[in-house]
Each structure stands twice: as structure tokens, then as C-alpha cells.
Antibody, heavy 122, light 107 residues
Framework: QVQLMQSGAEVRKPGSSVKVSCKAS????????ISWVRQAPGQGLEWMGG????????KYAQKFQGRVTLTADASTGTAYMELRSLRSDDTAVYYC???????????????WGKGTTVTVSS | DIQMTQSPSSLSASVGDKVTITCRAS??????VNWYQHKAGKAPKLLIY???SLQSGVPSRFSGSGSGTDFSLTISNLQPDDFATYYC?????????FGQGTKVEIK
């Protein structure tokens, strides 16, 4: 059973960047798709984008295009999400999640990390 | 982007009740809908994929239906562990979107 272990909570100032990691253990990593989903306080789930580590191919929600970069190291089973030009409304819990993929089609998310809290405050 | 509109946004129900949550897509999406359960402070959990397929390990009181633009999640015989927020999510488009969520509370 795969487990996704995320890095610890972060506090950043407006305008800075944050990089969150997500390490898979106990299951396959590179042949799946890894998505990043966030939840701001009092808000719902918001899909940010995804990456297929085996190919390094990515896709991003329009809202985050140009401000987020997803990368993955298949050799270590670790995915990363970097968000730049942080604003106070980027304060949220950020989740990584894994799901099956065929021909670059993403199906669903069946394994989730516990989330990383990112606080943006001056 | 494909918009997913859930209703209601919240509901109150009692243990043993049957509840239904609906999700409407802004355009036809065949059966490319998944449903997740989310409890505060925990990771979301996949319940239903491809509109009606029950994820392994999920109790059979959860069921999903629908195709095209209208979908529903039904919880029969509501249990204490089921009080949570539920989200639909479309995977038809390359760029995914979630519904705004439905909070199921204890009456």
C-alpha cells in the first residue's frame, strides 16, 4: 500500500516562494500521476496540476499557470510543488495525491498525503 | 474550465438516514466523475470513481450514479463515521475541477 509522506509546515512572506515535497513509499510511483490539490481555510478542494514522473509531463490549472512548477525525481520516488510570488490567499493546506494514468489520461486520486500547511504572512 | 456545481452545500441528517448529493457539470462529461470524502485535518478519501464504481474498501452503503451532466452520490443508512464534506470531481477534461463541496452534518 503506497504512502505519500509530505514535508513539514512552512511560513513564508508575501512575494517569496515555497517548495513542498511528497515522497512515496510502499508502492509504485513513477508510472502513476501525481496531482497537487490545495484547501484554503474555509474553502473547498482546488486542483493545481499534475505530473507523470515516468515522463516528466505536466499540466497546470489555468489559475496557477506561470506561478507553479511541478517536478519529480523518479529515482527517489519524490515529487515537488514549487509556488512562487506567494500572496496571503495562498495560505492553505497543500496535498499531493497519486492516481492511475494511461496514455497521459488521469483517472482519479486513490492515495493522498496528509497535507502540508503553508502560511503566507508578513 | 468545466464547472462542477454541487447541491446542497450542506445538509443535516440523522444516523440511519439515506442522503443524496447531486453534482451538475457545465458540459457533458460522460461518466468521468469521482467522489471524495474529506474530514477536517485528514486526507481526502476516494469513494467512487467513473461515476458508479466503488473504490476498494469503501462500504457498500455508498453508491454513485449518473452520466452526461448530472451525477449523484447516495449514502444509505448513514453512519456516524459518514459525517464529513463530500466533493465531486471531473476527470473528463485534462484540467480537473472539483465541486464546491457538500457538508453532511448531524441533525
Amino acid at each position: 500500500q503506497v504512502q505519500l509522506m509530505q514535508s513539514g509546515a512552512e511560513v513564508r512572506k508575501p512575494g517569496s516562494s515555497v517548495k513542498v515535497s511528497c515522497k512515496a513509499s510502499g508502492g509504485s510511483f513513477s508510472s502513476y500521476a501525481i496531482s497537487w490539490v490545495r484547501q484554503a481555510p474555509g474553502q473547498g478542494l482546488e486542483w493545481m496540476g499534475g505530473i507523470i514522473p515516468m515522463f516528466g509531463t505536466t499540466k497546470y490549472a489555468q489559475k496557477f499557470q506561470g506561478r507553479v512548477t511541478l517536478t519529480a525525481d523518479a529515482s527517489t520516488g519524490t515529487a515537488y510543488m514549487e509556488l512562487r510570488s506567494l500572496r496571503s490567499d495562498d495560505t492553505a493546506v497543500y496535498y499531493c495525491a497519486r492516481g492511475p494514468t494511461v496514455n497521459h489520461y488521469y483517472y482519479y486520486l486513490d492515495a493522498w498525503g496528509k497535507g502540508t500547511t503553508v502560511t503566507v504572512s508578513s | 474550465d468545466i464547472q462542477m456545481t454541487q447541491s446542497p452545500s450542506s445538509l443535516s441528517a440523522s444516523v440511519g438516514d439515506k442522503v443524496t448529493i447531486t453534482c451538475r457539470a457545465s458540459e457533458t462529461i460522460a461518466s468521468y466523475v469521482n467522489w471524495y470524502q474529506h474530514k477536517a485535518g485528514k486526507a481526502p478519501k476516494l469513494l467512487i470513481y467513473a461515476a458508479s464504481s466503488l473504490q476498494s474498501g469503501v462500504p457498500s452503503r455508498f453508491s454513485g450514479s449518473g452520466s452526461g451532466t448530472d451525477f449523484s452520490l447516495t449514502i444509505s443508512n448513514l453512519q456516524p463515521d459518514d459525517f464529513a464534506t463530500y466533493y465531486c470531481q471531473q476527470s473528463f477534461s485534462a484540467l480537473w475541477t472539483f465541486g464546491q463541496g457538500t457538508k453532511v452534518e448531524i441533525k
